[in-house]
């Protein structure tokens, strides 16, 4: 799992009605990245956590995501990505 925000974020609050969104360095500055690294992560992992204009934005673009998953608080857009892999069953001899 990886959680990924532009790091203009980082330290702030965005707010819609009664829901907030606090970006902490704890949950999401672990490790500063650039953008094409950042786009690597998120081919990868099974399951991802993004928030920010920039890189939601960019993810849509790569064709990571779709566009209808994007949800916007505030004026800030968020993505949850998680992929599934389907395993073939080993048919039974006999």
Known sequence: MANICDADLLNK???EG???MHFT???FGEEEVELEEALKVVEEMPILNL???EIVSKVIEAKLASARAVR???CVKFLM???FK???KKQKKG
């Open 13 to 15: 609050t965005v707010s």
């Open 86 to 88: 389907h395993i073939k």
């Open 25 to 27: 360095p704890e949950y």
């Open 18 to 20: 009664s829901l907030a």
């Open 51 to 53: 928030a920010g204009n």
């Open 81 to 83: 990505i998680y992929k």
């Open 72 to 74: 916007e608080i505030g």
